[in-house]
C-alpha cells in the first residue's frame, strides 16, 4: 500500500468507518514488518498485504468516505495478486508463477492473477514467435494441472498463443486466458488495443509487429470472487472498454500488465483508479516488475483498487503477491448511492469510440 504506513487508529474513527473489516484489519496491520520464511506464516486476515519471499508486510487500508458492508473479513473471498520478472526462460517463469499460486491457495485465496507475458518476456519479436504455444499446448496444460492441484481458480493475463492461423500470418494474439479450479479454460479474451507506441526515454513498441489484435470482448464471467470482466494492460487506457464490461454485468475488471519506466510512475495507479471510480468496479491488475533482459524492464506495483477508488492492496519492489478481500455488498452500496450508470446521456456521447478528426 503507498502512503498510509502512517495513519493512525484515532483517524480511522474521525472518518466514521466503523466496519469490522477495517477494525480487525487495523489490530492485526500494528504487526508491520514480521521477517519469517512464508510457509511458516500464519494466515494473516488484513484486508491487503505484500507477500515476498522472504516476508510480509501488513497494510493499513484508507479510509473510505462511506459505510461499508457489515460482512466480517472471513466471509468475503480472498484474491491473490501476484508479481513476477519474467524472462525468455519459460521454465523458470513457470517455477516462479507455480510458488506464488501455492502460496497464495494456501493462505485461502480462491484466485490468483498472473501479469501480462507471465510465460515468458523475449528479447525480440522473432523470440517472441519462436516460444509461443498453441492454447492446447504443454505450458497451458501445466498450468490446469496447477489449477487442479491448488483448488484455486488462475486468471492467466497476456500469454503468448499460437492461433489457428498461425501459419498465414505468423503473427501471435496477447491472450488473457481464466481457468476454473478444475483447470477447465472457462473464457479466453485476446487483446484488441495494441501497444504501438513511442515514449521519449522508453524506447518505441511495436506489439503489431509480432501480435494480431482480437475482434471480440469476452462477456464477464462468474467467478468465487464475483463477475470478472477480461482485458489486458494497454486496454486500460480505453475507458470505453471497461464502461462496456461493466454495463454486460462486470463486478471485477482485470488488467494483467507489464508498464514501462517511464509511463509506470506517470500513469500506473491514475487510470487504475479511474477505471475503477468510473465503472464502480473492483479492479485488478497484476504486473510484471524489474528487468527481464539487457533491454526490456517494467514498473510493478501491482494492486487491487476497489470501486470507490482506493487502493486496498498494493506489491513494492519485486516478486511477490498480495492479497485483498472482495466485498460485492460494498460495491452494491455504491451504485445504489451513485447511480451513475441510470445518469449516462448515450444520445449526447454515443460515438465515443470514433477517432479524433
Known amino acids: 500500500m503507498v502512503g498510509i504506513q502512517g495513519e493512525s487508529e484515532r483517524s480511522f474513527r474521525d472518518t466514521g468507518v466503523r466496519g469490522k473489516i477495517y477494525v480487525e484489519s487495523i489490530k492485526l496491520c500494528r504487526l508491520g514488518f514480521v521477517t519469517r520464511p512464508p510457509r511458516q506464516l500464519l494466515s494473516l486476515l488484513c484486508i491487503g498485504y505484500r507477500l515476498p519471499r522472504s516476508s510480509v508486510l501488513c497494510t493499513q487500508p484508507r479510509p473510505r468516505a462511506m459505510a461499508v458492508s457489515s460482512s466480517t473479513s472471513w466471509e468475503l473471498p480472498l484474491v491473490a495478486v501476484c508479481q513476477v520478472t519474467s524472462t525468455p526462460n519459460k ?21 490468483a492473477f498472473l501479469p501480462e507475458a507471465f510465460d515468458f518476456i523475449a528479447r525480440n519479436p522473432a523470440e517472441t514467435l519462436q516460444l509461443s504455444e498453441p492454447l492446447d499446448g504443454d505450458l497451458m496444460e501445466r498450468y490446469s494441472q496447477l489449477a487442479r492441484e491448488c483448488g484455486i481458480w488462475l486468471s492467466l493475463g497476456g500469454f503468448h498463443e499460437r492461433g489457428q492461423d498461425w501459419k498465414q500470418t505468423q503473427k501471435i494474439y496477447n491472450c488473457h486466458v481464466l481457468l476454473n479450479n478444475k483447470g477447465l479454460v472457462v473464457a479466453h479474451y485476446r ?20 501480435t494480431m489484435p482480437g475482434h471480440t470482448l469476452e ?28 454495463q454486460a454485468g462486470a463486478e471485477i475488471l482485470t488488467y494483467p500488465s507489464a508498464f514501462g519506466s517511464v509511463t509506470g510512475p506517470a500513469h500506473w495507479e491514475v487510470l487504475l483508479r479511474a477505471r475503477a471510480i468510473e465503472s464502480q468496479c473492483y479492479v485488478i491488475a497484476a504486473a510484471q516488475c524489474g528487468r527481464h533482459h539487457e533491454t526490456r524492464a517494467s514498473y510493478g506495483h501491482s494492486m487491487v483498487v476497489d470501486p470507490w477508488g482506493t487502493v486496498v492492496a498494493c506489491c513494492s519492489e519485486g516478486p511477490g503477491l498480495c492479497l485483498a478481500r472482495i466485498d460485492l455488498n460494498f460495491l452494491r452500496q455504491m451504485r445504489q448511492h451513485l447511480p451513475v450508470f441510470q445518469h449516462r446521456r448515450p444520445d449526447l456521447y454515443g460515438s465515443l469510440g470514433q477517432p479524433l478528426s
Open 219 to 246: 462477456p464477464p464471467i462468474s467467478t468465487p470472487a464475483g463477475k470478472v470482466g477480461l482485458a489486458i494492460c494497454y486496454d486500460m487506457r480505453f475507458p470505453e472498454l471497461s464502461l462496456k464490461l461493466a
Open 191 to 210: 487483446k484488441t488495443h495494441l501497444c504501438d507506441v513511442e515514449i521519449p526515454g522508453q524506447g518505441p513498441m511495436r506489439e503489431s509487429n509480432s
Open 91 to 111: 521454465q523458470e517463469n513457470f517455477k516462479t508463477c507455480a510458488e506464488l499460486v501455492h502460496e497464495a491457495a494456501r493462505l485461502g485465496a480462491c484466485l
